[in-house]
């Protein structure tokens, strides 16, 4: 493995830093667990993400699912990003940190009318629209509420996908999107709405992918779809090709923005209208890390295991879809021979188990601290209080500063809420 370490999240010194700041000096002014985020790593992933698009001319929306706290969002809006959202609390967010709502894409398969209600007052500006059915409630709405609405199909293009079988989205059987067959009788259905108008499709066929293999077939597909549809008299504005793109996890697979970039381009050569992506996983990753205490080291066999004081509901997806993420000592200088360790939290499940037979230095004790690299995606935002645990700090380092960007929520507060 090599650790998937960046030029803002690396060892200096022995000691693993957050661009100026060593995680056992920042550790020192707080609890453990905690996330802690680099703001410099975070705009070159953004930069990076930027350059590798926007010479195609096409528009990037952070899928905020990734990651929504608002300081980070404020940072991607400041860049010039919009974002693909999928539920009202995700809409609130985005308001709260400041983003148009003309910037905004409602993607999501389960809308409630409350949901669609808020985003159709507020003004967001594209509605992915996922069935049938979601399709007429968000016409009586639009009507209810006299509001004109802009809105895309999501399109189930039914392509195999290399990842974890739980984050593929778009073969047959996945819940998400429509099939090409109901685009078209959909956009014949709603061709002279008042309300709604129709004028773009969207895929999003999977996450963590490390080929361009699937992004070409999945397009080909939506191409085929909107030759029809445009053949049959109707404009199609945008393709929102939606987003997937994977990133190292220390397996050294991922796949490069440029090269999608590049596949995207040539695949839609003969697409006049907007290109939208939504990458999330990709712009936050490795950007963020998860620190965790050593609790206890207990002997056992075949391994001893290494208890730490963060758990699965703080980093659910080992638990969830078996995903790795490379664990390493925060101080390297009594690194001696190699230990295999199974990484284990505190929770009461077997499945709170980070990983088996994990090499390690021998010499590491409890109190020390360890780091999950690359957390910056689908980590805190994923987290649970399952046995009443709380939700723990985030910090944002920017050069020596470093900044709380969300405080804990404790056990204490959790219980306030309970009547
Ligand atoms: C509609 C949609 N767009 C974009 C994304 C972002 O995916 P990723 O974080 O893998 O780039 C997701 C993730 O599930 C999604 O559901």
Redesign the pocket.
Request: hydrophobic fraction near 30%; avoid cysteine; aromatic fraction near 10%.
């Given at each position: 493995m090599t650790l998937p370490l960046t030029e803002h999240i690396l060892y200096t010194q022995d000691q693993l830093h957050i661009e100026a700041c060593s995680i056992e000096s920042i550790a020192a002014k707080t609890t453990t667990p905690f996330y802690c985020y680099s703001k410099a790593q975070l705009l070159s992933n953004i930069h990076h993400c930027q350059a590798a698009f926007k010479p195609h001319g096409m528009d990037i929306h952070y899928?905020m699912?990734?990651n929504s706290n608002l300081s980070i969002l404020r940072l991607i809006a400041d860049q010039g990003l919009g974002v693909?959202l999928?539920s009202s609390g995700e809409l609130l967010r985005a308001q709260a940190a400041g983003i148009p709502e003309k910037s905004m894409i409602f993607?999501?398969v389960g809308k409630t009318t409350v949901e669609l209600t808020l985003a159709i007052n507020a003004g967001v500006g594209q509605f992915?629209v996922e069935s049938v059915e979601e399709l007429e409630l968000l016409a009586t709405l639009a009507t209810q509420h006299a509001r004109s609405i802009n809105a895309a199909l999501?399109v189930n293009p039914d392509v195999a996908v290399d990842t974890h079988k739980n984050?593929t989205?778009g073969r047959k059987g996945n819940k998400?999107g429509i099939t090409i067959e109901q685009a078209l009788s959909l956009y014949q259905c709603y061709a002279d709405h008042p309300w709604i108008k129709l004028s773009g499709l969207?895929m999003?066929i999977?996450?963590?992918?490390q080929s361009v293999t699937p992004y070409r077939q999945a397009i080909e597909k939506l191409m085929a779809l909107a030759t029809k549809l445009e053949e049959a008299g109707f404009s199609i504005n945008s393709l929102d090709l939606?987003?997937?793109?994977?990133v190292d996890y220390g397996d050294g697979a991922n796949l490069d923005l440029v090269s999608v970039a590049q596949e995207i381009a040539r695949s839609t050569a003969n697409f006049r209208g907007r290109i939208i992506v939504?990458?999330?996983?990709?712009l936050v990753a490795n950007a963020g890390v998860l620190v965790s205490r050593i609790s206890y080291i207990k002997e056992a066999q075949p391994n001893p295991f290494l208890i730490l004081d963060a758990a699965m509901n703080d980093l659910m997806r080992a638990a969830l879809y078996q995903a790795s993420h490379p664990i390493v000592p925060t101080n390297t200088d009594n690194d001696s021979a190699i230990r295999h360790y199974d990484i284990v939290g505190p929770i009461c499940e077997s499945t709170d188990t980070f990983a088996r037979s994990y090499p390690l230095s021998k010499s590491l004790k409890a109190g020390e601290l360890v780091a999950f690299l690359c957390t910056g995606?689908?980590g805190s935002v994923m987290s649970s209080t399952y046995n009443s645990r709380s939700i723990l700090p985030e910090l944002l380092v920017s050069g020596t500063e470093t900044q709380i960007i969300r405080k804990e929520i404790t056990q204490a507060q959790l219980i306030e809420y309970e009547l």
């Open positions: 899928a699912k990734a693909d999928v993607s999501g992915n999501r984050i989205t998400f969207a999003h999977g996450s963590q992918i939606g987003g997937g793109f994977g939504e990458p999330g996983r990709s995606a689908y």
